[in-house]
């Protein structure tokens, strides 16, 4: 695979990858000092929705055009809108603009997701995806050891250091995988039975979460209305704009992206809790947390590795399933982290070890699940629904779960908020397993027979 010229673009979707996984993992660890900085700690869960939201509306979008014009235009344009974010976060003189450039980094991280995932899908052989995707999803984690610790000790000196590191990687990787995005993009075709992006849907999707979440304020009826339009439109919206294959509790893609979305859901979700949990409840510093992160995604790095290797005994719906199951017994045990206060630090550790495992198994597991079940015009539109359908979880899961921690911060005992959090994170968890064995046997391309018994 090196060897045959691709290596140049691999080091290219690792750099992309990367940076906009240090964007979505490693800011993390600065938010809570660039609200409080503003004096605005209320608005802690809108710097995490708002790039969310600007991811879904980018991933329906760029979808469509993968399909009809090939990964390089979404590519192109997720490059470009990524680096405007960052400069200006890197500038934002309050904490509205602040929230504005997360707003076009989510806009840039959808189309560049899901330009990457159709590259690999059509640049690359059924055998080398999985490897392919380990790489990828390796790159998403790797913030996670590096990139706490570091923003924080960059929070140290200026937040606003934290968003301008990022530039030079992000302009890096583009030059990197230019080369060989024209070889992908020249020898695209494109399909002819493509339907347009559907505007009012998209729109309804995302800005649904956003709804949800402001239920979680103290707004009186405003908070319950906006409750209940955000769950109509993203249950109008999602039909409309997800790929009929996808849609459903049926075998095969449908099941593989419902027990991703969630998963991914539960896992955010849980992450965004425990990063204020260990910080608010349990006194540890910004570069402790850092660390703490670090720690726990070594997890996601084992998992990603193993479910890349012919000699684990597993199909890939068995990697899912595994995975959706694992994810939810660490978050469930991290429940107990949050409410039993003599529950040491370094049990809440292992605990997110065993979450970041699941999420290693599942997360390249179900991308070359759905690249194996789609056809070469269809890449594009499955890819992109399953990344929707993973930032709807997300978003609506960290959102339903940030409004609630909102809404009983004030409510005694302090350990209660972060606690019925968790909680709900774990319920979306089991409902992935529930989901995870509706899919089907799905074989695995890298052994001879192509199937291997769970």
Known sequence: MWKSGKGVLIVGIMLAVFSLAFQVIGLATAIPTIMESFNATHLYPWAFTTMVSGMLAATIVAGRVADVRGPAVPMFAGFALFVIGLTLGSLAPSVWVVLAARLIQGLGAGAL?????????????????????????????????????????????????????????????????????????????????????????TAAVTLGPSLILLAGQDLGWVSVASGFAGVAVLVWGLPRILAPGSLGFGPGIPSVVLSRALQAGAFFAAETIVLVTLQQLRGLSRFEVGLALTVGSVGWTIGSWLQSQSWVKLSRDGFVTLGAGLSAVGIGALVAFAWFPQVPLVAGLGFWVVAGLGMGFTMPSSAVAVMSLSGDDEQG???????????????GVTAVAGGLYTALLSTPPDRLAYTAALTLALAAAVLAVVASRRIGRIPNDLTPSGMLEP
């Open 113 to 201: 997701n899901v330009a990457l995932s159709v590259t690999v899908a059509h640049g690359f052989s059924p055998r080398e995806r999985p490897k392919v995707m380990a790489i990828y999803s390796f790159c998403w984690v790797l913030p996670a050891f590096v990139g706490p610790p570091f923003a924080a000790w960059l929070t140290g000196f200026d937040w606003r250091l934290v968003f301008a590191f990022m530039i030079p990687p992000v302009v890096a990787a583009f030059l990197f995988t230019l080369p060989g995005m024209r070889t992908v993009q020249r020898a695209f075709r494109g399909g002819h039975d493509v339907p347009p992006v559907a505007v009012l849907p």
């Open 381 to 395: 539109r499955n890819q992109s629904s399953m990344q929707v359908a993973e930032s709807v979880g997300n978003s």
